[in-house]
């Protein structure tokens, strides 16, 4: 049973420029969120897909969107990239109705130059 | 907002002996779940240990156990006789158990290094 991929594993931007980032869920999960980790600090929730909508969004800039496929896997973007978007970005799975234990990627570390 | 707290930035650990992780929250919710999350230098966060606010005893999972004090809003979390693979970040964690606004996110901590001296 495939756990959370994510991809890709590590990145390197220019400030300025814009990334996409990926996720697929673990099998059989239709949520998807997201997280943005900083060094040293516990992951900071930037929002959750379900049912290809935006259900609930943490406090991030309009920078970061997202999307969510049929298939449930799902796409964080951010533009216009700033020194302080360097983080490791996290994506997590579960299912709606157990509303539980969430399951979570490798992450993708980004870093902005 | 809910708050989760970790006061201790860095703990060390003897193999074989146990280690107590500190964590308190702040809410005004009644019904919520906590969690251990361990973060290993592989980066993914895996799920140790989870608490229901409604259940009065307290969660346990081979080697982890927690002791969760509801009124002092208090959850941490025991290891007992530690293993050199427990090395890790251990955060702690919130969320409201219902569906509804401000539910489904996690909130964390900002973490505790453990470290096990062979």
């Known amino acids: 049973d495939a756990g959370v991929t994510q991809s890709p594993t590590h990145l390197i931007k220019t400030r300025g420029q814009q990334v996409t980032l990926r996720c697929s869920p673990k099998?059989?999960?239709?949520?998807v969120s997201w997280y943005q980790q900083a060094l040293g600090q516990g992951p900071q929730f930037i929002f959750q897909?379900?049912?290809?909508?935006?259900?609930q969004r943490g406090n991030f800039p309009d920078r970061f969107s997202g999307h969510q496929f049929p298939n449930y896997s799902s796409e964080l973007n951010v533009n216009a990239l700033l020194l302080g978007d360097s983080a490791l970005y996290l994506c997590a799975s579960s299912l709606a109705a157990g509303l539980t234990e969430a399951f979570f990627g490798q992450g993708t570390r980004l870093t902005v130059v | 907002a809910q708050t989760v707290t970790q006061s201790q930035p860095e703990m060390s650990v003897q193999e074989a002996e146990t280690v107590t992780l500190s964590c308190t929250y702040d809410?005004?919710?009644?019904?919520?779940?906590l969690f251990w999350y361990k973060q290993p230098p592989s980066r993914q966060m895996i799920l140790v240990i989870r608490?229901?606010?409604?259940?009065?005893q307290n969660a346990t999972e081979n080697r982890f156990s927690v002791n969760f004090q509801k009124a002092a809003k208090s959850f941490s979390l025991k290891i007992s006789d530690s293993q050199l693979g427990d090395a890790a970040m251990y955060f702690c964690a919130y969320r409201y158990r219902y569906s509804g606004a401000g539910s489904y996110q996690l909130t964390f901590g900002k973490g505790t290094k453990l470290s096990v001296i062979p």
């Open positions: 809410t005004s919710e009644s019904d919520y779940y």
């Open positions: 897909y379900y049912e290809e909508e935006e259900r």
């Open positions: 099998s059989g999960h239709d949520t």
């Open positions: 608490q229901e606010a409604y259940k009065q």
